[in-house]
């Protein structure tokens, strides 16, 4: 795991993860402002082929609103990304900003409990896909 995601790997195939993922995301309270089609838009723009891939852009607007009240430079940094990347026709890895990443930027004890909140969101996300690995 690198130091700025959350990851988990799922024995799922990508567009089922992809749904998997919303639904979690919006268990924590997140909905999805932005969606990117990586693997789309790199074979538009460069034509060039890559795993199918998306981000998205998950928001909690509490906690949102918290951050930007006390670090209004942090938006540069919003919404949280999370990727859903293919790694083969049955495997598909999720991963997530750290939002303790987010610390290195702003030396901020207010935005310090919005990114601990953000982050037991967040792995709470991935644990409960976690839970559903062997489940078909």
Avoid at 47 to 64: E, F, H, N, T, Y
Wanted: glycine content about 4%.
């Amino acid at each position: 795991m690198n130091s700025y995601t959350i990851t988990t790997t799922l024995a799922r195939p990508y567009d089922v993860a992809v749904e998997m993922v919303r639904e979690a995301l919006g268990e924590q309270g997140f909905g999805i402002l932005t969606e990117i089609d990586l693997k789309a838009t790199l074979k538009t723009k460069l034509d060039v082929d890559v795993a199918p891939q998306v981000i998205l852009g998950a928001c909690r607007p509490a906690l949102a609103y918290e951050a930007l009240t006390a670090e209004p430079s942090i938006a540069a940094v919003l919404p949280c990304n999370v990727v859903v990347r293919a790694l083969d026709e049955d495997t598909t890895i999720v991963e997530a900003f750290d939002p303790d990443a987010m610390m290195g930027l702003a030396d901020n004890d207010a935005l310090s409990a919005v990114a601990a909140d953000a982050k037991q969101r967040i792995t709470a996300t991935l644990t409960s896909l976690d839970s559903l690995k062997g489940d078909n």
